[in-house]
């Protein structure tokens, strides 16, 4: 059975020549014009396969029948090739924000619009039938895992007297409040994966009530000021318990539901409990819970009170009735009020879950290397859109596909190049290697078929020759793989960038590489430079380098995880950032061990003996202590290495003094007169 194309273009001249290279192979559907292009595709949208639409028709443009495929949902499951002569940059990006596939300008060439037509029908096509695959495949197992999570949570509720439907509730809203939140802003950088995990995380938010009296969860009254300070526990005690978890302390899973115990009371403007966080110092799964909560828990029937309805319940939310939220999860409530409560009143817990499975089989296509629908549809846009602006920006960007062997340049970088936009064999052409040399070719070529889903980015400095000359190049690619049962390497997307013109790009790479990732705190190859600098540019100042070391790491993160672990490394990056000046240097070596660079004048003694105050600290009621080992410059002499082994030996001695102290490195000859 063959593909069925609609072609709306007002010219029958065009549709004649586009029926004419398609009709071969496809079943082929015509409209002069926009509104009859709706018409046709409120009838017939379901068995389309591609729509070839023109921009410029009377009665209603491209923009409109793309406006009405958004409205109708159509833009999901049917994709759209612009093909127009109008391709100026304002009409081009508005056809890519209304969810246009590809673009293609006229006048265009067969080759071109037969492989693209082909390409994208490939891709939708195989997306769908790997759905379906994954989600039978996922099924069962989802089912029991959320089952299990389903008991538990419905073990807890029983005990504390709330409805047997709050955690699905909960769960329900965090997902659709979370997906509103990622249309609305990029600040937290979430996948869909982790809206998933998030998610299934919610069911715990309440797991610490499992340690409170039944007396007092149960109190059909208001709470007295004692049993309330019980009742707040809950939320370090539900921490506690995931924290105390003998395995599974690196899962994202684990990560999210430890967030969400601990900080799910806290508010927006610090109010909030256990430990008065305050804005987006709350991490964002915590914040959405938070909001899903309440909601749920004012327009559900407790002990103490009756169910207010969602307009009350929405009404008081953004009136700050219930604390403060974050001003953008304020706004995805009022948007997406009515589908709240749509999907609490109508969804079945198994419809539910079989939304929630839908999603899940998408991100296990993600996970094995696969685009979902949505993903491939935005890719794919991307992909166009940034065609565009590697032409704005002089960057080359290709796909390669490896069955059939194929090289598609954009149109800038093949005219920039002397090359064709579509490159058939390329180990055999010849004029390829007059641009890029066979041995590169086959570098590239080799390394591309050794990547993995897990690693699928390579990069590649060459020479490239063209207009007369030689420059060198960066190609980066990302590479992409087939359905088959044993994945195979399939193509690539990548970008070739002229070295000499991406020095930004350079130093924003050489920033990140002197990072470390956990503190965001220099690393030790990046504050080794930083203090080299600094000497050398002030030869005559007083400089101080100070080596911190987290007393008994080990035993930390071996008694109460590394989840807990990383919390300590964070808030004593914190504590140092807070406890120096800005010219400063804070640095985190590795492991527990830290660095801290500064200038001084007068009275260093007290200096350090303020900043170690600072550095020992409390963390979930658990002592942190460290030690630190201190070198002068005029001690030690102006260099690094110096520096560094005169701290590392005051830090020696801290150490084996009983910890928790700071010593001053002192000269050998100092030493020695002592010990006479």
């Not at 056809?95 to 390409?119: Q, S």
């Not at 978890?245 to 115990?261: D, K, N, S």
């Not at 090289?407 to 936009?421: N, R």
């Not at 430079?529 to 007393?551: C, G, K, M, T, Y």
Request: with cysteine.
């Amino acid at each position: 059975m063959k593909n069925k194309i609609l072609i709306v273009d007002d010219s029958e001249m065009n549709r004649s020549i586009l029926i004419d290279m398609l009709s071969d192979d496809y079943d082929l559907m015509e409209a002069e014009d926009g509104l009859q292009a709706v018409s046709i595709l409120s009838k017939h949208a379901v068995d389309l396969s591609l729509v070839l639409l023109d921009l410029v028709m009377p009665r209603m443009d491209g923009f409109g029948v793309l406006d009405a495929m958004n409205r109708n949902g159509w833009i999901e499951d049917v994709p759209v090739i612009i093909i127009s002569a109008e391709n100026s940059s304002a009409q081009v990006e508005r056809a890519y924000e209304l969810g246009a596939t590809d673009f293609i300008a006229r006048p265009f060439d067969w080759m071109i619009v037969h492989r693209r037509v082909v390409n994208t029908l490939l891709l939708y096509a195989k997306q769908k039938r790997l759905i379906s695959m994954v989600e039978d495949q996922v099924y069962e197992k989802e089912r029991q895992s959320d089952l299990m999570i389903d008991i538990l949570s419905h073990m807890m509720e029983f005990r504390n007297g709330e409805s047997g439907l709050h955690i699905l509730h909960v769960r329900t809203l965090t997902d659709l409040l979370l997906g509103r939140l990622i249309l609305k802003t990029d600040k937290y950088n979430l996948t869909m994966a982790d809206i998933s995990l998030i998610s299934t995380a919610s069911a715990l938010h309440d797991i610490g009530k499992i340690a409170i009296d039944e007396k007092i969860l149960n109190k059909p009254g208001r709470l007295t000021d004692q049993e309330f300070a019980v009742m707040k526990t809950h939320s370090s005690v539900g921490a506690d318990m995931l924290a105390r978890l003998p395995v599974h302390q690196q899962e994202q899973l684990v990560r999210f539901a430890y967030e969400i115990c601990r900080w799910h009371h806290e508010r927006w403007d610090g109010r909030g409990y256990p430990d008065g966080l305050k804005g987006d110092e709350i991490p964002i799964s915590a914040q959405v819970v938070a909001m899903a909560d309440v909601y749920d828990a004012l327009t559900s029937e407790r002990v103490y009170k009756p169910p207010f309805s969602h307009e009350q319940a929405v009404r008081m939310i953004l009136g700050g009735e219930c604390g403060s939220f974050n001003p953008i999860l304020l706004e995805c409530l009022e948007e997406n009020a009515g589908r709240l409560r749509t999907a609490l009143e109508s969804g079945s817990a198994e419809e539910i879950r079989q939304r929630k499975l839908r999603g899940i089989s998408e991100e296990a296509l993600r996970g094995e290397g696969h685009v979902s629908k949505r993903t491939l549809r935005l890719l794919d846009r991307e992909r166009m859109r940034n065609a565009f602006f590697a032409s704005m920006s002089e960057s080359i960007q290709f796909e390669y596909t490896a069955s059939p062997a194929m090289i598609s340049l954009s149109a800038w970088g093949a005219k920039k190049l002397g090359l064709e936009e579509i490159i058939m064999e390329p180990a055999e052409n010849e004029r390829l290697f007059r641009v890029l040399e066979p041995g590169v070719w086959q570098q590239l070529s080799h390394l591309l078929r050794a990547t993995t889903p897990e690693n699928p980015e390579v990069r590649l400095d060459c020479p490239l020759h063209y207009d007369g000359g030689t420059r060198w190049h960066r190609v980066v690619t990302r590479a992409l793989w087939s359905d088959d049962p044993i994945p195979r390497f399939e193509g690539a997307l990548g970008t070739v960038t002229d070295i000499h013109d991406s020095r930004e790009r350079m130093e924003e790479l050489l920033r990140q590489a002197s990072r470390d990732s956990l503190t965001g705190l220099l690393n030790r190859a990046g504050v080794r430079e930083q203090i080299e600098l600094r000497i050398q540019d002030h030869p005559d100042s007083n400089f101080a380098l100070a080596e911190v070391d987290i007393d008994n790491f080990k035993t930390i993160n071996d008694r109460y995880g590394h989840m807990f672990g990383d919390q300590v490394l964070q808030e004593l990056s914190r504590r140092m950032k807070s406890s120096v000046r800005s010219t400063d240097l804070c640095c985190r070596a590795g492991g527990e061990e830290f660095f801290i660079f500064l200038e001084y004048r007068t009275d260093i003694e007290h200096t350090i003996d303020r900043i170690f105050g600072n550095l020992c600290f409390t963390c979930q009621g658990r002592e942190v202590t460290v030690s630190m080992g201190v070198a002068l410059g005029q001690d030690t002499g102006l260099t690094y290495e110096e520096l560094y082994h005169g701290a590392d030996l005051a830090l020696y001695k801290a150490k084996g003094s009983g910890k928790h102290r700071y010593c001053f490195y002192v000269k050998p000859a100092a030493e020695a007169a002592e010990m006479e």
